[in-house]
């Protein structure tokens, strides 16, 4: 079982949003960065999107890897586009930047290897949704940090479209002490210029069934080495 190191929690600026979402991290396995990226910023990266997908540049996600890899709308309904590994446009640039500068802090915290992370946009078509699964595919543990970028502006909680992340089992569970003990799943409204993190391997999670287009950017990040060898 991968174990996640308990982070330093001392010298914390309680002004510091990322100060916030390193300690929920670490108690609940999930946390919140309410404003990431300015409403510019969002602006330019639903530009983008809206581009890519009007030049057909969006490709329906599947589930799997390999031999079992399938498209299954019924699971997940999503389109999606990966940045470009070498040439990401400006746009992603500068949020692939601010990524970097949250990723190097959970690095730090946790003392885990977070050297490789992969981006794409997101688009859940109405009705659409991801039911409950992890990141990881089976038998693999590589992706670590699951993190998400909302995009949706005037999003309200009759929309659906959360973020569902459910509680931990077993000994997975034992590693997130304090997620709220009454509740079975929290759900995260996908609000514009939001993100969502949470620690790839013990938290399952779901996007609820939307009833608008949903826009994100989701980035997992960790190391080729595997996790069954990191220092944890
Ligand atoms: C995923 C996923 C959650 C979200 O893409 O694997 O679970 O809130 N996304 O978009
Ligand atoms: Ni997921």
Do not use: C
Request: hydrophobic share 35%.
């Amino acid at each position: 079982m991968l174990k996640i190191k308990n982070g330093d929690s001392r010298n914390y600026d309680p002004e510091d949003p990322t100060g916030d979402l390193l300690r929920s991290l670490e108690r609940r396995g999930y946390g919140i960065y309410p404003d990431f990226v300015d409403p510019t910023t969002v602006d330019e990266l639903l530009f983008e999107i809206f581009t890519l997908y009007s030049k057909d540049e969006f490709q329906q996600a599947g589930v799997g890897v390999g031999r079992d890899y399938m498209v299954l709308p019924e699971v997940r309904s999503d389109r999606i586009h990966w940045f470009h590994r070498e040439f990401p446009s400006p746009v992603q640039k500068k949020v692939i930047n601010e990524f970097q500068v949250l990723k190097d802090r959970i690095r730090d915290h946790f003392r885990i290897p977070l050297s490789e992370s992969e981006y794409f946009y997101a688009a859940y078509p109405p009705g659409g949704g991801y039911r409950k699964h992890y990141d990881n595919f089976k038998g693999d543990s590589r992706r670590l940090i699951t993190s998400v970028l909302y995009l949706n502006k005037g999003w309200t909680e009759s929309m659906g479209g959360a973020l569902r992340i459910f509680r931990p089992v077993g000994e997975d569970l034992a590693q997130v002490p304090d997620f709220p003990r009454e509740k079975e799943f929290l759900d995260i409204l996908p609000l514009a210029g939001r993100l969502a993190v949470f620690l790839t391997p013990l938290m399952p999670h779901a996007v609820v069934e939307s009833r608008d287009w949903r826009y994100s950017i989701v980035s997992w990040s960790g190391s080729s080495r595997g996790a069954e060898r990191l220092p944890l």
